[in-house]
């Protein structure tokens, strides 16, 4: 006892520490979300005020560019009152008068994100939708653009599936909303005559990417994911575990067409991991199958039959070259034979 008394460390002070650390960087996240509320709230403010003037007072662009060196000389610390920064403010206040708006929604991302909306979106229910996606997935300015960019809203929900029908609908309406059609693939690189294997391969090794693609909650448990059904080993494309859906993830590779088999054997693969990989507390496993293009009526007939939840999606990939270009390169074989040719006139020579 008088060991443990005289010790200037106790037993538990690890304990304590990580807990103290936790407390201190959740109150400054906290602080730090109220601080660009209120910074985003004033920038609000203080559109609002330029737009009355203009309106009732007939203010022209001029008087922002004297209000920035004014307000910059009287507050010489204070960043972000450039007379661009000033007329971003003004269209601010123009694209949303409601201030109860304002602080439900956009408040909650910082200015640059709010600048990309303003900037990529003229559409207010769109900037909304953007705003409260950014927000819920923690997006970066970057990823915002990029879904941005990538037409993200008309994409969720489009992928053609047999969820309404075998799922209760709550369940049902959520796991379609998290499906796309199509799903993005820019950042890899494979040419038209690539094998599933290569696709599967790439984007593994691009994993981040791809999971930012899928969107939040997808968390990759490994490629070729090994079943063993009969004494017979069968292998998962790619399987992967939602974390808030709560249930396990299949995904089948295609690089053509859908053809109607894929939905039997995607059927049995998800009959499989929920027999062998599901727990008691999981969901019922999704499948996707994701192909190069499909028909909907095929995929519609497909499924309609199948007692397992399927989802059918197509994607795209990235063209590292025009379509016109690339065929007038030569090939390998063309290549390696005037490397060859060359070779050998240098040797004659």
């Known amino acids: 006892m008088t060991d443990f008394l005289s010790s200037p460390i106790p037993f538990n002070y690890d304990r304590f520490l990580t807990d103290l650390k936790e407390q201190i960087r959740s ?26 003037r203009q309106r ?6 001029k008087v922002i560019d004297q209000l920035a060196k004014d307000l ?17 403010m003004r269209t601010f ?44 997935n923690g997006w970066s300015r970057d990823v915002l653009v990029l879904q941005i960019e990538t037409n993200l809203r008309d994409r969720v929900g489009n992928a ?22 199509p799903y993005h693939l820019d950042f890899l690189t494979l040419g038209r005559d690539a094998q599933e294997r290569e696709l599967e ?15 939040m909650g997808f968390a990759f448990l490994g490629n070729q994911y090994p079943l063993e059904v009969d004494n017979k080993e069968y292998r998962l494309d790619l399987l992967f ?46 499948g996707i199958i994701l192909c190069r293009s499909k028909s909907k009526t095929t995929v519609e007939y497909a499924l309609q039959e199948m007692g397992k939840p399927i989802g059918v999606s197509t ?7 025009p379509g016109a270009l690339r065929d007038s390169l030569p090939s390998t074989e063309q290549l390696e034979m005037q490397i060859e040719a060359i070779a050998s006139e240098l040797e004659d020579k």
């Not at 929604?105 to 200015?111: E, G, I, T």
């Open 315 to 321: 994607f795209q990939l990235s063209e590292t070259l």
């Open 241 to 286: 575990y939602h974390v808030k859906l709560h249930c396990y993830v299949v995904i089948d590779l295609k690089m053509g067409e859908f053809q109607p088999e894929f939905s039997g054997k995607m059927n049995f693969y998800v009959a499989a991991v929920d027999d062998i990989l599901r727990a008691p507390s999981d969901n019922r496993t999704i």
């Open 160 to 181: 053609v599936t047999n969820f309404q029908r075998l799922l209760p609908k709550a369940e049902s309406d959520l796991v379609q909303s998290l499906l796309k059609d």
């Open 56 to 61: 009732d007072s007939g203010w022209g662009t």
């Open 72 to 88: 910059t000389k009287a507050f010489p610390e204070m960043k972000g009152l450039s007379s661009r920064n000033l007329k971003y």
């Open 93 to 136: 206040a123009e694209a949303y008068p409601n201030n109860e708006l304002v602080q439900r929604s956009v408040a909650q991302l910082p200015w640059r994100h709010n600048i990309a909306l303003l900037e990529k979106l003229k559409d207010p229910d769109e900037r909304l939708w953007y705003a409260q996606q950014a927000i819920e």
């Open 27 to 52: 109150a400054q996240v906290r602080a730090s979300i109220a601080i660009n509320r209120e910074l985003i709230l004033l920038y609000w403010q203080i559109g609002q005020t330029i737009l009355e």
């Open 201 to 215: 391969n790439a984007l593994v090794f691009h994993i981040r990417d791809f999971l930012l693609e899928l969107g």
